[in-house]
């Protein structure tokens, strides 16, 4: 079975700290993405990737940036928190070809005061 | 632009009811269609999937069939469960950039 592990299930940080969420998988999957999930707006891609040192923004890239040096990492990093980045952060991995499903990890639930 | 609509939740059944989710979509081309669940303090979990016209998509008992002409991949269960309370996603997976259009997510209630 593919499995995508997040590195914290529950965070708590202060205004203006640099945080990062780190996201592996175990499948060798080229593609992997992150998305944030809010109540009343649904899931909303922030970044994605296709392979290592490769990056795309998604729908919401600003106050967000990635980094992918390992196949299996994939990283998203807040450089300066705020408290509207407070939220359910979602990693996800792919492998090739069009009908391949998205594997989710567990999510973090970020809180920023 | 694409999108995939869902019906608004939530959605409160009896258990041993029987469940239907509807899902239309808005995708050019041959977009692949999902069902994720999502139980709480969770990950999404793919439930099952189509890939093209008139295929059926089964897992759990649950069902879905892929219609292009009505744009349509409604859910659908013989027999809820509470087990089956969670939050359900459909979801379009594009074949040409291989980003998923996600809907807003239908919650679902089975009370004993």
């Known amino acids: 079975d593919v499995k995508v592990t997040q590195s914290s299930r529950y965070l708590v940080k202060r205004t203006g700290e640099k945080v990062f969420l780190e996201c592996v998988q175990d499948?060798?999957?080229?593609?992997m993405f992150w998305y944030r999930q809010d109540p009343g707006l649904g899931l909303r891609l922030i970044y994605f990737?296709?392979?290592?040192?490769?990056?795309e923004k998604g729908d919401i890239p600003e106050g967000y940036s990635v980094s992918r040096e390992k196949k299996e990492r994939f990283s998203l990093i807040l450089e300066s928190a705020s408290t509207n980045q407070t939220s359910m952060y979602l990693c996800a991995s792919r492998g090739p070809g069009p009908y391949n499903e998205q594997f989710f990890g567990p999510g973090t639930r970020l809180t920023v005061l | 632009g694409n999108s995939v609509t869902q019906m608004e939740g939530p959605v409160t059944l009896s258990e041993e009811a029987f469940l239907t989710i509807n899902c239309t979509y808005t995708?050019?081309?041959?977009?692949?269609l999902f069902w994720y669940v999502q139980y709480p303090g969770e990950g999404l979990q793919l439930l099952l999937k189509a890939t093209k016209a008139d295929d059926k998509g089964s897992n759990k008992g649950f069902e879905a069939t892929y219609r292009k002409e009505t744009t349509s991949f409604h859910l659908e269960k013989g027999s809820v469960q509470v087990s089956d309370s969670a939050v359900y996603f459909c979801?379009?997976?594009?074949?040409?950039?291989?980003?998923?259009?996600f809907g807003q997510g239908t919650t679902l209630q089975v009370k004993p």
């Open positions: 979801i379009a997976g594009s074949s040409n950039t291989g980003k998923l259009i």
């Open positions: 990737s296709y392979d290592v040192k490769m990056k």
């Open positions: 995708a050019t081309g041959y977009p692949s």
């Open positions: 499948m060798d999957h080229e593609n």
